[in-house]
């Protein structure tokens, strides 16, 4: 491989919005409404399409003739390098929304910063994705609004769903020696560096929801490096079922 | 309005339709045009909703990123021809939540073809190639129907279900030419899909109730057995094209017809799946029941959310 840095680096991106989209697609036509049920279809496809970006990039630097698919499809469970955030399940619609804008704010900000890369191809994977995450943001942020400052009901699942999810929040901002690696080069992007600006906005909309932040400091990690939580192992049994068991074939 | 003068605008009426003029929905219309617009626009508004269910279930399971991408969008559209019906609907004085509460309740009917499951990945194209293929022949027509929202509505609807069939027919493609195992898929599912897709386009002449009324108000242009065969006749080619065998052994061309002869549809099975007894119909209702019981409470939270805002505007403007 010619820069092994740079593929790790890629999928640690990638990965992300893999898993995501994953969960999000699996709501299709059971969502609380039709609008809702377009809205998470339509994330799932934005997530899709720029996770097709990043692979066919990560491919050809592999340089030996895996695919896109091959690289999504037929890694083993300790090979994802997706936070854990993005692999919790689809418990209701608040946790669905809280771990959507939890998600959002970061890949934001990412993004943000991933558009000034050395590597043109991020950077322009970047720019077409930042116009998209944008719409992300604006709803989940939108729910996360209307559930918190909505009914007693709502307010109190989506107060869980914060708390719930909270743990996950601190991995966002943790490094792999790929990504050290490349931020060096001028390729990737500093995550320490956001952590700052991501918790003002997310605290901000939180307050705005009239949510309670959360106040603890334990934190979940290990995605980065491929120690998932179990929910994980299922999602993939799912996502490479057909690639399992019909290998090496064109659809 | 005295019975001369409710006759007076029938005759009116009519006379419009005889002329192709569109119907808006401002315009008299007999109470009887409505009701069946209600009914025929909720139903194909339904089928789309239901319809997203069996192809949902293999999108976790899309065995590529194409592929996975095509269908989300494929689904995406049918929520959006959803929304257009539903209100295109609307627009007749019926509200988008009666309609839900009929189709809950089973006083409304949707496809009787989205009540079979979708077992295989092949499934995904015989679904796109067949099932939108007879829906297509079915909706091209109402594109010129005489109520305006609705013939609007179907331009819309007509571009993107033609495109889904593609979709669907280039997966049959695909696996037709692919390995041994991939062509027995296709050909499975033909079998499977085959009949049903007959079936979609309704009871024969004989026994379509609804079909001379529809005639004359054009939401209808052919009889469901002209459609069929239109159907069949369109479809036969395209599955010789890639080496798949229609499960019809009564299929054969009719030089002086020239079109095909077929099989006997099974009717019963028909009326047993439209009836409530097809292999999914409890479980489709189930899941669109459920989504919306449990989405009561954001719902709910939207529009209380929605009523404070509005005050605190209100509370800002003073």
């Known amino acids: ?251 | 309005m005295s019975e001369e003068q409710i006759k007076n605008l029938e005759a009116q009426f009519e006379a419009r339709i005889a002329r192709d003029e569109k119907i808006e929905p401002k315009d008299w219309m007999p109470e009887k045009y409505r009701k069946t617009h209600i009914r025929q626009m909720s139903q194909h508004a339904h089928s789309e909703i239901v319809g997203m269910l069996p192809e949902g279930n293999w999108i976790t399971r899309a065995p590529s990123l194409r592929r996975k991408v095509a269908l989300l969008a494929k689904v995406q559209d049918e929520a959006g021809h959803g929304l257009y019906l539903y209100s295109a609907c609307e627009t007749l004085g019926v509200s988008r939540e009666e309609l839900y509460e009929q189709l809950h309740s089973g006083k409304a009917k949707y496809s009787s073809i989205f009540n079979y499951p979708t077992i295989t990945w092949a499934d995904m194209g015989a679904v796109g190639w067949l099932v939108d293929g007879a829906a297509i022949i079915n909706q091209v027509p109402l594109c010129n129907t005489s109520y305006g929202p609705y013939a609007r509505a179907m331009v819309r609807v007509c571009k993107e279900e033609s495109f889904h069939q593609r979709q669907g027919y280039e997966i049959m493609i695909k696996l037709a030419n692919g390995t041994p195992e991939q062509k027995d898929m296709a050909q499975d599912a033909l079998n499977r899909w085959w009949w049903p897709s007959l079936m979609m386009l309704g009871p024969t002449d004989a026994e379509s109730i609804h079909t001379e009324q529809s005639m004359k108000w054009k939401l209808k242009r052919k009889s469901n057995d002209d459609l069929r065969q239109q159907f069949i006749d369109q479809t036969v080619p395209q599955a010789e094209l890639i080496g798949l065998t229609i499960p019809d052994a009564d299929l054969k061309w009719n030089e002086e017809r020239q079109s095909y002869d077929f099989g006997e549809i099974n009717w019963d099975e028909f009326w047993q799946v439209v009836k409530g007894h097809g292999p999914m119909n409890k479980e489709r209702m189930k899941a669109r029941v459920g989504a919306w019981e449990e989405g009561e409470w954001v719902r709910d939270a939207a529009m209380a959310y929605a009523e404070k805002k509005q005050e605190r505007k209100q509370k800002q403007a003073i």
């Open chain 1, 1 to 251: 491989m010619i820069n092994e840095n740079l593929y790790k680096y890629i999928l640690g991106i990638a990965d992300n919005s893999l898993i995501l989209g994953q969960r999000l697609g699996s709501l299709t036509g059971h969502g609380p409404s039709l609008e809702t049920d377009i809205a998470c279809t339509n994330m799932s496809l934005d997530l899709f399409g720029q996770v097709r970006s990043y692979y066919q990039y990560a491919a050809k630097i592999a340089g030996d003739n895996r695919t896109e698919d091959d690289i999504a499809m037929l890694r083993k469970e300790r090979e994802y390098v997706n936070v854990l955030l993005v692999e919790q399940p689809n418990t209701d619609f608040a946790y669905t929304m809280a771990r959507q804008f939890l998600f959002d704010v970061y890949h934001l900000l990412f993004l943000q910063e991933l558009q000034k890369s050395k590597d043109l191809t991020l950077s322009a994977i970047a720019n077409k994705s930042i116009k998209e995450v944008s719409y992300h943001l604006r709803f989940s942020t939108d729910w996360i609004k209307r559930l918190g400052d909505g009914t007693a009901v709502s307010h109190q699942k989506m107060q869980d769903a914060i708390d719930g999810l909270w743990t996950y929040t601190d991995e966002l901002f943790h490094q792999t020696e790929a990504d050290k690696a490349m931020v060096a080069e001028g390729i990737g992007v500093d995550v320490t560096l956001l952590k700052e600006a991501y918790y003002e906005k997310v605290n901000a909309v939180l307050e705005e929801a009239t949510l309670e932040i959360p106040e603890s400091k334990w934190f979940q990690k290990g995605g980065k490096k491929g120690i998932h939580t179990e929910h994980l192992g299922y999602l993939l049994a799912e996502l490479q079922y057909m690639q399992r068991a019909y290998p090496n074939m064109e659809w």
